[in-house]
């Protein structure tokens, strides 16, 4: 039987609207059969932006509700699941609010602002029986899979390095736009860092051979944008030190990213992802001439490129058949997204944020910092 999961948005920004348009897509689309999706109802802090959302976004057969405060949608009894696409500083409380109402919630990246608000969140969630994930919805794309059997199958050799880096130009922004808006917890790190991230987390921490052990040192450095004074940039590197590897991790708001940014590097060779962080597309492993090779003889390797294009939207709606999964069979974490990965995040957030100065920034605008 179709398991149908029926999902309650919070907000109508930018996220959302994205969200919602690849889960209309027809699951047969992307060869799913088990799983389908509803959108039961829409929130907004605004009613009349409610309604011009279900209107502009939902088609009439869907039947969408359009509620004109949060809280109605945690009291609505249709709603199996919560989507949380508010600004990083509202997540803490709306995830709060959500599970107090005994519903599952997936929470937008960055989860909340610190490891404190996400153990609270995690200790409610299992205490009310509530499925709970922050949407890093990458980690659900084919290309991570390939990407982690090669690197894990020991075509590199040891893995010694991680590099990644996703930069934006966001251009001429408001300067009250949630980027560059410090009391909206504005600025690259927030909002890029969790990408960034991301891959170090998938080819280090998840390595088999790293037994998930943590980072054991952290180092950070930012630039500051000159309109508001957020980080305009943002530099961390990380030891892991069971895999003898380290990780460097970068992000801009202010700086066009190049095709290939993430690059995971071994004693054998290379494995190169093509497109925007969040979404790659392919990847190329290079294999050295031979091991411990010097760059000269790097002319002689050789390349072997797949690719994984995403043939319907843009992607994200293999997290949401994941999240309907988790949900049909009554788990409260997705084991490719689980607690501890998010913990994970949240350790590192806490460390690069006091150790590159951007607490002091925060300090006094932003709730919880
Ligand atoms: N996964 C991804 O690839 C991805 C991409 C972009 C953003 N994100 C994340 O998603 C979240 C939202 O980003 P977005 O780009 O969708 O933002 P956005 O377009 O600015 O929308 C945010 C929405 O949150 C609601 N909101 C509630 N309290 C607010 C406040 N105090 N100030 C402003 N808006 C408030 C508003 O909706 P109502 O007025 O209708 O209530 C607003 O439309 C962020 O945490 C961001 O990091 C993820």
Same mark, same amino acid.
């Given at each position: 039987?179709?398991?149908?999961?029926?999902?309650?948005?919070?907000?109508?920004?930018?996220?959302?609207?994205?969200?919602?348009?690849?889960?209309?897509?027809?699951?047969?689309?992307?060869?799913?059969?088990?799983?389908?999706?509803?959108?039961?109802?829409?929130?907004?802090?605004?009613?009349?932006?409610?309604?011009?959302?279900?209107?502009?976004?939902?088609?009439?057969?869907?039947?969408?509700?359009?509620?004109?405060?949060?809280?109605?949608?945690?009291?609505?009894?249709?709603?199996?699941?919560?989507?949380?696409?508010?600004?990083?500083?509202?997540?803490?409380?709306?995830?709060?609010?959500?599970?107090?109402?005994?519903?599952?919630?997936?929470?937008?990246?960055?989860?909340?602002?610190?490891?404190?608000?996400?153990?609270?969140?995690?200790?409610?969630?299992?205490?009310?029986?509530?499925?709970?994930?922050?949407?890093?919805?990458?980690?659900?794309?084919? @290309?991570? !899979? /390939?990407?982690?059997? =090669?690197?894990?199958?020991?075509?590199? %050799? $040891?893995?010694?390095?991680?590099?990644?880096?996703?930069?934006?130009?966001?251009?001429?922004?408001?300067?009250?736009?949630?980027?560059?808006?410090?009391?909206?917890?504005?600025?690259?790190?927030?909002?890029?860092?969790?990408?960034?991230?991301?891959?170090?987390?998938?080819?280090?921490?998840?390595?088999?051979?790293?037994?998930?052990?943590?980072?054991?040192?952290?180092?950070?450095?930012?630039?500051?944008?000159?309109?508001?004074? @957020?980080? !305009? /940039?943002?530099?961390? =590197?990380?030891?892991?030190?069971?895999? %003898? $590897?380290?990780?460097?991790?970068?992000?801009?708001?202010?700086?066009?990213?190049?095709?290939?940014?993430?690059?995971?590097?071994?004693?054998?060779?290379?494995?190169?992802?093509?497109?925007?962080?969040?979404?790659?597309?392919?990847?190329?492993?290079?294999?050295?001439?031979?091991?411990?090779?010097?760059?000269?003889?790097?002319?002689?390797?050789?390349?072997?490129?797949?690719?994984?294009?995403?043939?319907?939207?843009?992607?994200?709606?293999?997290?949401?058949?994941?999240?309907?999964?988790?949900?049909?069979?009554?788990?409260?974490?997705?084991?490719?997204?689980?607690?501890?990965?998010?913990?994970?995040?949240?350790?590192?957030?806490?460390?690069?944020?006091?150790?590159?100065?951007?607490?002091?920034?925060?300090?006094?605008?932003?709730?919880?910092?």
């Amino acid at each position: 039987m179709v398991f149908t999961l029926r999902w309650g948005f919070i907000s109508t920004g930018g996220i959302v609207e994205r969200m919602i348009k690849d889960l209309l897509l027809p699951p047969s689309d992307r060869d799913v059969s088990d799983v389908q999706h509803q959108i039961v109802a829409v929130a907004s802090r605004s009613k009349e932006k409610a309604v011009k959302f279900v209107e502009a976004h939902l088609p009439k057969r869907m039947e969408t509700q359009a509620f004109g405060s949060y809280e109605e949608l945690y009291s609505c009894p249709e709603v199996n699941v919560v989507y949380v696409g508010t600004p990083h500083p509202q997540h803490y409380q709306n995830v709060k609010d959500a599970l107090l109402h005994s519903k599952n919630v997936l929470c937008e990246k960055p989860f909340v602002l610190t490891s404190a608000q996400s153990d609270e969140l995690f200790a409610l969630a299992e205490k009310n029986g509530c499925f709970l994930m922050e949407a890093v919805w990458t980690r659900y794309q084919p @290309v991570v !899979a /390939a990407a982690q059997r =090669v690197v894990f199958g020991g075509a590199l %050799g $040891a893995i010694k390095r991680v590099d990644s880096r996703f930069d934006k130009d966001f251009g001429d922004l408001d300067h009250a736009h949630r980027m560059l808006n410090p009391t909206l917890a504005g600025g690259a790190f927030y909002d890029l860092g969790p990408y960034a991230l991301l891959w170090s987390t998938l080819f280090l921490y998840q390595h088999p051979e790293n037994e998930q052990e943590f980072p054991t040192e952290i180092k950070a450095t930012m630039r500051i944008d000159k309109r508001t004074g @957020v980080d !305009a /940039a943002m530099t961390w =590197v990380m030891l892991y030190e069971n895999m %003898g $590897a380290t990780a460097s991790c970068s992000v801009a708001l202010d700086t066009p990213t190049p095709d290939s940014c993430i690059v995971v590097t071994g004693t054998l060779g290379t494995l190169t992802l093509h497109g925007a962080s969040p979404y790659p597309s392919s990847f190329t492993v290079h294999l050295f001439a031979k091991p411990q090779s010097t760059t000269s003889s790097l002319a002689e390797a050789s390349s072997t490129t797949s690719s994984y294009p995403i043939k319907s939207g843009r992607g994200m709606h293999w997290q949401g058949d994941a999240v309907a999964r988790a949900i049909r069979d009554g788990k409260l974490e997705e084991e490719k997204c689980n607690w501890k990965d998010t913990k994970l995040a949240q350790m590192v957030f806490d460390e690069v944020r006091k150790r590159s100065g951007l607490d002091a920034i925060y300090k006094g605008k932003v709730e919880g910092i």
